[in-house]
């Protein structure tokens, strides 16, 4: 594959957008999961499943509509999808996980109605839904390009102040943070990343990619910085892995990354009881 | 400027129900204020009030005598809230990087907590006697050893104000006293202003300069000894009977000064 690489567009393509989204769905995703967020991120991921049939409708059925790439309706739905969600948090101020299975079935629903309007897709669909090697585009590239720089600028920026926000939120509202902005530019971002990883691992499968090497991390891991960091690396062995594989042997990458995340993580729990039983 | 923190009239309510009224209340620089009242008597109202979490429906908070809406120096201020209903213990962080989170507000915006802040939060783990712990994740200690955690990241700021509610909820009797010590040395040696919130009026009187007792209005406002002095009668009425014939001890004791 590595020969290949340099002979291919497409697996350039692939690869490249693979590593980055190995970054920023964990470290993403580290945060996402101490402020027990995981399963929003998967409702917003299927948010943006209809934008992404939105666009392929549009595309089908107006020809000026043709040459757009469905990623930026995506991420248009999948960002609205967000504020939301936060909207519906403040209404149902009790019951905040009910905003979930709201959004994932609306987003769903909306999804296959477009889905249906348009008398079902070709193939196109289905690599959205579990990622694709071949299916990455140089625009799609350069769009997740864009979304990399903007997310890690904005953790890195805000880390102390994301950091604070997820450990302690009544904490952070008393040293005069401003939360609820905070909290939206969070929601904002988890967005993009959504949007911009589903092309690798597809919209289905996105949320593992920002969970799973997380959880893998916090086994071993010591202190918050060493959890992003472990889940950074072992997001990009998914990443590498998955993708390598599903080359080879004809597969989904979505399911391959996951498969790699999986085996990362039970290696992560042995090694962590073999440690503790050594003790 | 003598008062770090003074309430005139304060009311509050939630939906119907009453939980404070017309409070007043005086806390001069260098006080060690132990705030007691039954489950329900709006002593965390109260505090949510003085930081700017909750909003009175009538009087006014000030804060180093600017009223809390003007009020932006947050640093000044340290919290420690109740540990039960706060934080997360199955957070991933050690205790350097939450004592170091002390430091958000301080630091400011677009800015790293970065090596120059070492020393600092050395010494406020030091200052609780924590240094043995640095590297630990937070959720391997025991409650007390977190709420002394918790007691650096307030003070790492170096704070005029230390807020704690309840602080002593979930730790064990025997570490109660040491806590106590070392919140007096705070007070004594770094000329902390302490204000703590507790239904555990035994352990406070021998500690703190001023007593405030609460239940919806204040009952009593004055410096520690005067305390032990009503203290039975005081406490007594507290939970339930005749509580107008103290009426007027609010309206006097808050002028009581050190």
């Known amino acids: 594959m590595i020969e290949a690489i340099f002979q291919y567009q497409f697996l350039q393509n692939a690869f490249l957008a693979g590593l980055l989204i190995g970054v920023i769905a964990p470290l ?17 991921s299927h948010v943006t499943l209809s934008g992404i049939a939105a666009s392929l409708l549009l595309s089908k059925t107006f020809v000026a509509f043709n040459g757009l790439n469905p990623l930026w309706l995506g991420m248009g739905f999948s960002v609205a999808g967000s504020l939301f969600i936060e909207r519906l948090r ?28 348009a008398d079902g897709f070709n ?8 990622g694709s090697v071949s299916a990455v585009s140089r625009s799609d590239l350069y769009l997740i390009i864009g979304i990399a720089v903007v997310v890690i600028a904005l953790v890195t920026i805000l880390y102390k102040e994301l950091f604070l926000l997820s450990f302690d939120e009544e904490f952070s509202k008393a040293s005069g943070l401003q939360t609820g902005a905070l ?25 593992s990619l920002m969970t799973l090497p997380v959880a893998a991390a916090m086994r071993v891991a010591r202190g918050f910085k060493q959890t992003i ?17 599903a080359f080879y042997l004809d597969l989904a990458p979505g399911g391959t990354i996951v498969v790699s ?17 050594r003790k | 400027m003598t008062n770090v923190i003074e309430l005139q009239n304060v009311s509050y309510r939630y939906d119907k129900e009453q939980v404070l009224t017309d409070i007043n209340l005086e806390i001069p620089k260098g006080s060690f204020l132990g705030i007691v009242g039954p489950n329900g008597s709006g002593k965390s109202t109260m505090l949510k009030l003085i930081l700017g979490l909750l909003k009175p429906k009538n009087g006014e908070v000030f804060l180093f005598g600017e009223p809390l809406a003007k009020f932006k120096a947050w640093e000044k201020i340290g919290y420690v809230s109740q540990k039960a209903n706060s934080f997360n213990t199955g957070f991933p962080a050690t205790v350097y990087e939450v004592v170091a989170s002390g430091l958000t507000k301080k630091t400011g915006l677009f800015k790293m907590i970065g090596r120059k802040s070492r020393p600092q939060i050395e010494r406020a783990i030091h200052a609780v006697g924590m240094e043995d712990f640095m590297t630990r994740n937070i959720g391997e200690l025991s409650g007390g050893q977190q709420q ?42 770094l000329g902390i202003t302490l204000l703590l919130v507790t239904h555990d009026t035994g352990t406070i009187s021998n500690k703190v300069t001023h007593v405030a007792c609460l ?13 032990d002095q009503v203290k039975d009668d005081e406490l007594s009425l507290f939970y339930g009977h005749d509580v107008h014939s103290l009426h007027h001890d609010h309206d006097h004791g808050h002028e009581v000064t050190p």
């Open chain 1, 261 to 277: 995340s999986i085996l990362i993580l039970l290696t992560s729990i042995a090694f962590k009881k073999w440690q503790t039983m």
């Open chain 1, 28 to 44: 993403l995703g580290a945060f996402i999961v101490v402020r027990r967020l995981s399963l929003i991120a998967d409702a917003l």
């Open chain 2, 215 to 227: 239940n919806n209005t204040l009952h009593f406002h004055g410096s520690a000894e005067d305390f």
């Open chain 1, 90 to 117: 403040n209404v149902y101020k009790h019951y905040q996980e009910l905003a979930i299975p709201i959004i994932l079935s609306g987003g769903i629903g909306i999804g296959v109605i477009f889905i249906s309007l």
């Open chain 2, 148 to 189: 002394r955690v918790f007691i650096a990241r307030a003070i790492v700021s170096d704070p005029d104000v230390l807020i704690l509610d309840e602080p002593t909820v979930g730790v064990d009797v025997k570490n109660v006293q040491t806590f106590y010590n070392m919140l007096d040395r705070l007070n004594k040696e």
């Open chain 1, 183 to 207: 909290h939206l530019i969070f929601m904002v971002i988890t967005a993009l990343v959504i949007a911009g990883s589903m092309r690798i691992v597809g919209i289905l499968l996105v949320s």
């Open chain 1, 229 to 245: 960091i472990l889940s950074v690396v072992f997001g990009e062995i998914a990443v590498i892995a998955g993708l390598f594989s």
């Open chain 1, 123 to 130: 193939t196109d669909l289905f690599s959205y839904l579990f």
